[in-house]
Structure formats: structure tokens, C-alpha cells
Antibody, heavy 112, light 110 residues
Framework: QVQLQESGPGLVKPSETLSLTCTVSGGSISSYYWSWIRQPAGKGLEWIGRIYSSGSTNYNPSLKSRVTMSIDTSKNQFSLQLSSVTAADTAVYYC??????WGQGTTVTVSS | QSALTQPRSVSGSPGQSVTISCTGTSSDVGNYNSVSWYQQHPGKAPKLIIYDVSKRPSGVPGRFSGSKSGNTASLAISGLQPEDEAAYYCCSYAVTYTLVFGGGTKLTVL
């Protein structure tokens, strides 16, 4: 059974770049869409974007200028970079496969 | 790209039925049969309960059903159980190959 695990710094300073990695276990990273979704405390879900195993990407238009996603099929991992972060980027960040299998989420706080 | 519109809260007693609506536009819900629904309990990751408007993943009870008419999708839950108390989110495919969520609905089982 495929499992996803997010990892990365829990604290990021304002104006810096948030970097997260999602490690896929129990299955191949090939031939799927891999998404990032976030959820500020007490608020709703926001789709950040997705990357296909080929490397093609689609991003949320509201975040597109700050988002970069990449994939490493040899490591069964994909990554999110969000630049110029502010306190508004503080949230639980989830990774997901085809939006049907989700990781447990990781909390990222933006603060100096 | 605006969020889909859901009621903030709904409630029902055990055994009753409730319906949660999800209203979008012709650029998302109305144009694609790719609406999904997620159930989220506090502190947990969302769980897929409906995909492609009305399909249920393996293991999801038949009490959960989905439908769509025009720009509005709906999630119906029959025979409410205490464990159904959670937040529910709709999600739709949208133009330019993006996805958009609804604002979420808090279901209270009285």
C-alpha cells in the first residue's frame, strides 16, 4: 500500500524559501500526478499545484509566481519550493498522489 | 480562480440524511465530471470519499453518494452516524489544468 511522508523545516523565516519533500513508499512514483495542498490552522484546503512523473507541472494561479515543483524518480521523491514566504504561508502542508492518497501533513510556520 | 461555495455548516441527528452543496462555475464544476469530496476529522489528513462526481473508493460506505447538476455538485449522507461528524470539502478540476477546493462544510451530528 502506497504511503506518502512529507519532510522539511518546520520553521522558515519571512522572505526566505520554503522547501518540502514528499517521499513515496510502497509504490512507484511513475505515471501519477503528485500534488501539494496546504491548510492554514482552522481554515480550508488550498491546492498549490501538481507535477506529473514526466516533470510537467500545473500551479495554482494565485501562487504560480512563487512555486516550483520538481520530481526525482530515482529516489521516489517530489519536492515543493515556495519563495518569498510571509506569515500567510504558515500552514499544514500535505502531499498527495492523484488526490486520492495523502500524506499525514507537516506543519510549517513562517516567523522570524 | 475562486474557491467553490459550500455552506459553512450543516447538522443532522443520527439516522437522518443530510446534503452538502458545492457551487462553482462553468469553468470548473459545470464543465468537468471531475468533482471529488473529502472528509476530514480534526488533526487528520483529508480522506477521499467520492471522486468523479459519484464514484466511491473501495471501503467507503454506500451511505455516501455524490451527484451534480449544472454548476452545483452535492454530497448526500444517509443514515448519519456519530463518526460522520467532520469537515467536508469538495474539489473540482478547473480550466488550465488546475484544481480548486470548496471552503469546507462542518457537519455536526446532533
Amino acid at each position: 500500500q502506497v504511503q506518502l511522508q512529507e519532510s522539511g523545516p518546520g520553521l522558515v523565516k519571512p522572505s526566505e524559501t520554503l522547501s518540502l519533500t514528499c517521499t513515496v513508499s510502497g509504490g512507484s512514483i511513475s505515471s501519477y500526478y503528485w500534488s501539494w495542498i496546504r491548510q492554514p490552522a482552522g481554515k480550508g484546503l488550498e491546492w498549490i499545484g501538481r507535477i506529473y512523473s514526466s516533470g510537467s507541472t500545473n500551479y495554482n494561479p494565485s501562487l504560480k509566481s512563487r512555486v516550483t515543483m520538481s520530481i526525482d524518480t530515482s529516489k521516489n521523491q517530489f519536492s515543493l519550493q515556495l519563495s518569498s514566504v510571509t506569515a500567510a504561508d504558515t500552514a499544514v502542508y500535505y502531499c498527495a498522489r492523484n488526490m486520492d492518497v495523502w500524506g499525514q501533513g507537516t506543519t510549517v510556520t513562517v516567523s522570524s | 480562480q475562486s474557491a467553490l461555495t459550500q455552506p459553512r455548516s450543516v447538522s443532522g441527528s443520527p439516522g437522518q440524511s443530510v446534503t452538502i452543496s458545492c457551487t462553482g462555475t462553468s469553468s470548473d464544476v459545470g464543465n468537468y465530471n471531475s468533482v471529488s469530496w473529502y472528509q476530514q476529522h480534526p488533526g487528520k489528513a483529508p480522506k477521499l470519499i467520492i471522486y468523479d462526481v459519484s464514484k466511491r473508493p473501495s471501503g467507503v460506505p454506500g451511505r455516501f453518494s455524490g451527484s451534480k447538476s449544472g454548476n452545483t455538485a452535492s454530497l448526500a449522507i444517509s443514515g448519519l452516524q456519530p463518526e460522520d461528524e467532520a469537515a467536508y470539502y469538495c474539489c473540482s478540476y478547473a480550466v488550465t489544468y488546475t484544481l480548486v477546493f470548496g471552503g469546507g462544510t462542518k457537519l455536526t451530528v446532533l
